[in-house]
């Protein structure tokens, strides 16, 4: 996908663009209370869910707390079996290192398993401009790249599509870029992810090059994992003469004894599955069977700012689910566009800052994207605590004085509030002019989507003493 988030404006004005879109709004409503619903039957199954998330979370902090041994663990076990390691500190040289690797191989057109990590850093676009066409086979993101269009959700790209949009997209755009779509295509399922699987199938036999992600790599043996639910990722991974697997280094675990709690629980938190249709395993190259040519690359970008957060950190323990996104109400209206990165939804409200910092108006709006109901912290397979990240971000961009009224109109009601006599007056005055002031009070920032309560004419403590004092 060759288009980028680059530039997005802030949440507060892509949402209030998005909600307008009643479409949307229902193709998303639709789509994430059917995950939502599904996962929350296949949870319920396991009577140790609980334990689970508990060891999952253990685990994940676990290498985070020792990375740095994990990954030359990493490094030494893909050495080993035949694979070479690259490391990359940001986007411009993780695209350095990919492109180089695949200009090396002479082609031109290369097939992609889906990785949000390639998403997040441009890589389509670096491949483009040096001649190289990435082709997306994952059925959702292919939908996502023909339509020139953007991902919206970590599972499902483009869960904002309805069938009709699919259909048209297909009809429109497949035979631009390979085999076309059969005359007379509906919207009925079964027909497009046909048309899907015959334009792909072209892909996948020419290709001599195939770059995927991975959802987990195992340090004891330097073994990659792939879930997939469609056998888009078998193909790419064994087909290719050449596979490039570029992963955030976040994504280790330490053995494949820890890999299996993983397994029980991404497929149901997931997708609503008791377990995903694709489970694909690598490890280095092997003569005469997949790949002659395995490249890892292992990325930053921004992880170990996450990781020197001690609030913030533990949202690297994310392996991208998608459920915190399925029940969140904000992401409901919004869809994922508005959060301006393919790490849409809560994960990618606290995500998103720490990955890039708050230092520009696109990702120090975002820990404000929420309600803070914390219906995300109670599905998270890895017990992220959403809340007290998306406070501490919050607290952050204050101190920070991005907000300067703001900022001292608290500290003048805080001076107040300290002085018991200034405040007493304060109070009384309050009820006084409250009838005054207008019905939407301009406060930047507070009142541009909501308006002031209205101030009562007597205070709590009049109240109080007019009452209970009498009693007493």
Not at 115 to 136: K, N, P, V, Y
Not at 190 to 212: C, D, M, N
Not at 236 to 261: H, N, Q, R
């Amino acid at each position: 996908m060759t288009r980028s988030f680059l530039g997005w404006p802030a949440f507060p004005e892509a949402a209030e663009r998005e909600v307008g879109n009643r479409q949307l709004r229902e193709n998303v409503r639709r789509a994430t209370h059917t995950i939502r619903g599904k996962r929350a039957v296949l949870a319920a199954e396991r009577p140790d869910w609980e334990q689970l998330r508990d060891s999952a979370a253990a685990i994940k902090d676990q290498v985070l707390a020792g990375l740095e041994q994990y990954l030359l663990q990493v490094e030494e076990k893909v050495t080993a079996a035949g694979g070479t390691v690259h490391w990359a500190r940001d986007a411009a040289e993780a695209n350095r290192i990919v492109t180089g690797l695949v200009r090396a191989t002479g082609e031109r057109e290369i097939v992609k398993v889906k990785s949000m990590l390639t998403e997040e850093i441009g890589l389509d676009a670096a491949l483009a401009a040096a001649g190289i066409d990435a082709r997306e086979t994952d059925l959702a993101a292919t939908i996502v790249q023909l339509g020139d269009d953007l991902p919206s959700h970590v599972v499902v790209p483009a869960l904002h599509r309805n069938r009709s949009e699919i259909r048209d997209i297909f009809a429109r755009e497949m035979g631009r870029h390979g085999r076309p779509a059969p005359e007379g295509l509906t919207d009925d399922p079964a027909e497009l992810a046909e048309a899907a699987r015959l334009h792909l199938r072209e892909k996948f036999l020419g290709a001599k090059v195939a770059v995927s992600g991975a959802n987990f790599v195992v340090a004891e043996t330097g073994t990659l994992v792939v879930v997939e639910s469609e056998g888009n990722g078998r193909m790419c991974l064994t087909l290719a003469d050449t596979l490039i697997s570029v992963v955030g280094i976040e994504k280790t675990v330490p053995t494949w004894a820890d890999l299996e709690v993983f397994l029980q629980l991404l497929a149901r938190n997931a997708t609503g599955e008791r377990m995903a249709p694709y489970t694909s395993t690598w490890t280095g190259t092997a003569d005469g069977d997949g790949p002659r040519d395995f490249h890892l690359v292992l990325v930053d970008n921004g992880r170990t700012r996450a990781l020197a957060d001690p609030v913030g950190r533990q949202a690297l323990r994310c392996i991208r689910c998608g459920a915190c996104m399925n029940t969140c109400p904000v992401y409901e209206r919004t869809g994922g566009h508005a959060y301006g990165s393919v790490y849409p939804g809560p994960i990618g409200a606290i995500l998103n800052p720490l990955l890039k910092g708050l230092d520009d108006e696109q990702t120090a709006s975002l820990p404000y994207a929420s309600t803070l109901c914390g219906a995300c912290n109670e599905v998270c397979p890895v017990r992220i605590r959403f809340t007290d990240v998306l406070l501490d971000l919050r607290a952050q961009v204050a101190d920070g004085g991005r907000h300067p009224v703001e900022r001292a109109a608290l500290g003048a009601v805080g001076a107040t509030m300290a002085r018991p006599l200034l405040w007493k007056a304060a109070v009384k005055g309050a009820g006084l002019v409250g009838p005054l002031l207008p019905a939407r009070t301009p406060v930047p920032g507070w009142t541009d989507n909501r308006a002031l309560p209205d101030v009562p004419e007597e205070s709590f403590r009049t109240w109080w003493k007019r009452n209970e004092g009498e009693r007493a």
